[in-house]
């Protein structure tokens, strides 16, 4: 585990954003999986403005992690945040974005998106590989849709599954723990003092870290790199 500390929340999308183009370096193609929430909406802002033309977005395929069942253009569609912040900014081609289909039945498309990731990414270990995986952190310490309330899913044989927000019952399209971890490299982009508590315990293994979600993420590559701002990182020794 790599974790990475910066001033403020602004400090973390510009070190993103380098780590991004040097990941990104000389490979022929990428699939990413992104991330919805507050924190990228800054990343993907610094990353469009500041670098994007430095970037050949020809190569890179684009895909979601998770994504609320709603509209594409709902204000909750993690879609329409990225395309806002980010895909408005780029030159992309379009068959390169890979959305998940939120306004879909949800059980079909949970099935629907599976058959995309199976078809578009190489495979390892019999799994759909993505070169990164882009994963936020609630404050709860879910990441992607997998709730602590519902981690069984994380160990769901499915590619993608249907999760519940536990409080609005809001329906969530997700990959699973098994596709996280099979990634190249996983990046955690975590900013904020409401997260500094679970992010002390999940990063220095206290008791009970593992009834957490973002505790699990741990690639077979050995590839994860926590981005934290100081508020976020506050509580740790």
Known sequence: MDIKIYKNKKEVAMEFSKYFIDFVGE?????????????????????????????DWNKIHLYWGDERC??????ESNYKMTLEHLLSKIDIPEANIHRV??????????????GVLEKQLPTSNEIPQFDLVILGMGDDGHTASIFPYEIHLWDSEKVCEVAIHPNSGQRRITITGKVI???QEVAFLVTGEGKSEKVRIITQKEDGYIKYPASLV???????????????ASEIS
């Open 101 to 114: 289909l939120g306004e879909n039945e949800p059980k079909d498309e949970a099935v629907r998106y599976s």
């Open 70 to 75: 709603v509209s594409p253009t709902d204000d």
């Open 218 to 232: 741990y690639p077979n590559s050995k590839k994860l790199v926590w981005f934290l701002d100081q508020a976020a």
């Open 181 to 183: 971890n099979n990634a």
């Open 27 to 55: 490979r022929e193609e990428i699939h990413i999986a992104l991330s919805g929430g507050s924190t990228p909406k800054i990343v993907f802002d610094v990353l469009a403005d500041t670098y994007g033309k430095e970037i």
